[in-house]
């Protein structure tokens, strides 16, 4: 089966770092997303990992290591605006699988002055 | 402009009552899936579409019907709506499956 974990709550300071962790259990990968939602609003793309290793965007970096069925999201130089809900997304193996994502509850992140 | 509509955006209805929540997108994208968000269960597929005429069940395909007719449309369909699909529900869109999904605005179902 799958089965991902995220935090439920974080909160942070504006211009800090923070680092939102999502395990996943799956019975294989063929990749993971993290997508960012505002209250009420649609998710919106932010990263696509399927390679061990850091990919870096701007403020945002996401991390992956297969082998441990882990990914983090680090955002860094924290705004106002990055209080959100951060949804990790993984796409099971098989020729089936691959066509869906399955989604973590998401963590919803919130930034104070 | 590039972009997933979705309609209505906001729906009360009772249970019974057929409707259909209707979702298009404009970038040629053969990929459509709909979702399904619920406080604390994350965002659950109901429904995917690799192309037209081609569709198959995600995660909590029941008590929903699609169709796809045309690339762009990808209408969503409550035969008879009850209280536990109340929910928040989100079409989304890609080139193929492999690529990243863009999604629709939500809409916010009511079923009393």
């Known amino acids: 089966g799958q089965n991902i974990d995220q935090p439920t709550e974080m909160t942070a300071t504006e211009g800090a770092i923070v680092q939102i962790n999502c395990t996943y259990q799956t019975s294989g990968f063929n990749g993971l997303f993290w997508y960012q939602q505002h209250a009420g609003e649609a998710p919106t793309f932010l990263s696509y990992n399927v390679l061990d290793g850091l990919e870096e965007k701007g403020r945002f970096s996401s991390f992956l290591s297969r082998s441990k069925g882990y990914s983090y999201l680090l955002l860094k130089e924290l705004q106002m605006k990055d209080s959100a809900s951060y949804l990790c997304a993984v796409r099971p193996p098989g020729s089936g699988g691959y066509n869906k994502l399955i989604f973590g509850a998401g963590t919803r992140l919130a930034v104070h002055p | 402009e590039a972009q997933v509509t979705q309609n209505p955006r906001y729906l009360i209805t009772v249970t019974g009552k057929k409707l259909t929540v209707t979702c298009s997108q404009n970038?040629?994208?053969?990929?459509m899936s709909w979702y399904r968000q619920d406080p604390g269960l994350g965002l659950r597929q109901i429904y995917y579409s690799m192309n037209v005429e081609v569709t198959d069940k995600g995660d909590v395909p029941e008590g929903y019907k699609v169709s796809r007719k045309e690339k762009r449309n990808f209408p969503l369909i409550l035969e008879s709506p009850s209280p536990n699909q109340t929910s928040l529900y989100f079409c989304?869109?890609?080139?193929?499956?492999?690529?990243?999904?863009?999604f629709g605005p939500g809409t916010r179902l009511t079923v009393l």
């Open positions: 970038m040629n994208h053969e990929y």
């Open positions: 989304a869109s890609s080139f193929t499956v492999a690529d990243t999904q863009y």
